[in-house]
């Protein structure tokens, strides 16, 4: 009887220690893409621009310019398919491939519909870095441990985003 007890015993112990090693492939937080307002620092070409991003859901993405100086108060506001702009209280609906130097928005939007979606990642120290592309080209986003944007890059664009200030809408 206690031949047969340590026989079981063993080979219990055996399969919880064969167990205990298995790795399950890591699965990441999805990354926050609604339900945010925060500040981009974002580099375009030989531009930099201080905005002010809101995507409080429902297709909704609002950017704001705040730098340069020149250029602060300009919204650019995407609703579901429509895209406004608006300036010092004027408003104009447009097409938003009719407004090459505004890609940028269509790109970060892009970017947040998709990744978590249609990207791979990795997992570096800070957190994750999703890949992807999108109708803007490849992006490369980097995300905290809680899924809180860090930066966006896309290549194709001359494109570098860093976020701060994030807020998650209550």
């Known amino acids: 009887m206690l031949k047969r007890f340590v026989t079981v015993f063993l080979t219990v112990c055996g399969i919880l220690a064969l167990c205990s090693g298995c790795k399950s492939k890591a699965e990441p937080i999805q990354p926050v893409t609604q ?12 531009k930099s621009l201080k905005c002010e991003l809101l995507a409080p859901g429902g297709g909704i993405f609002v950017v704001r310019v705040k730098e340069p ?3 602060n108060g300009l919204e650019f506001n995407w609703n579901a398919d429509e895209f406004n702009i608006s300036y010092k209280g004027l408003n104009y609906s447009v097409d938003p491939s009719a407004l090459p130097e505004a890609a940028f928005i269509k790109a970060l939007k892009n970017v947040f519909s ?13 957190g994750y870095v999703f890949e992807g592309g999108s109708e803007s080209g490849d992006y490369k986003l980097t995300v905290s441990h809680d899924g809180i944007p860090i ?10 985003v860093q976020f701060v200030n994030f807020k998650l809408n209550k």
């Open 151 to 160: 930066s966006l890059s896309i290549p194709a664009l001359d494109m570098k």
């Open 69 to 71: 100086k020149l250029l």
């Open 35 to 46: 339900g945010f307002v925060c500040e981009a620092n974002v580099k375009y070409g030989d």
């Open 114 to 126: 998709n990744v978590g979606v249609e990207s791979s990642f990795k997992v570096v120290e800070d």
